[in-house]
């Protein structure tokens, strides 16, 4: 017999909020500026740099692959708090940015949070941003008791193996007691996915434009957004149910569906 849906697990960035190219990519070149560097992480740069999940992860990413030049720290320890400073900066001008109301939820996103809560269903965020920039979002977006929607919020360094590794997916259903089979994961990126799908989960996906040429095989459905009554999703891979926005009752049939 099929295992009843109990849980929600939701990624954050692309997945809850378009914070990406307008969000976190401005915020990495302020953080240059301020350092007094003159890197600039281009949209189209960007894409390329995603390719890395974490920000201190994806600095190392873009220092080792497209500025080989840079004159950097050379012994680990300096280098790496040489990128954990850029990056504490970094995380200061994206929740100031954030606390400007700037970057919103994606379409149908606090419908489905607010459904879901109604049903009864357990919520939680797996990401590999760093819990600031989660709590920021979710605060300025949900209110202030945004962060106490979700029973548990997995995300950033808490686990030392960032997405594609399964871990955060892992560490989060450990601390709900809860089996994969019992949940469902929201993703945006092929990353994402990767991780999802790794710790054994049933994904839905819904891209952006960084991700919509990613691989999302094995997804149990692709949209393009979530969708609201008057702003029905477009259904890039997979079965709908005669659905034209995401709600509760079609989560259920895609998490019984085999
Ligand atoms: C999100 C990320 C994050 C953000 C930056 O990936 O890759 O690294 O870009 O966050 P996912 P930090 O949506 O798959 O979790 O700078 O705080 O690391
Ligand atoms: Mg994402």
Redesign the pocket.
Known sequence: MAVKLEALLF?????LAD??RDG??V??NQAFTEAGLDWEWTVDLYEKL?A???????ILHYLDNYNKEFKRPEQPEQLAAFIADL?KS??KH?TDLLKTGAIPLRPGVLRLLNEAKQAGLRLAI?????P??VSGLLKNTLGEDGESWFEVIAA?DIVPA??PAPD?YTYAMEQMNLAPEACIAF???E??IL?SQGAKLKTIITINGYTESHDFSGAVIVLDSFGEPDQPFKVINGSAFNKEYLDIEMVIQLHEQK
């Not at 890395?52 to 994806?58: A, D, I, L, P, S």
């Open positions: 990624d954050v960035d692309g997945t914070t990406e976190h990519r915020a990495f995603l890395v999940t974490g920000g201190k992860e994806r990056h970094k995380t994206y797996a990401t590999t941003t760093t600031a920039n950033g960032k997405k955060i993703e945006d990126s990353n994402g991780a």
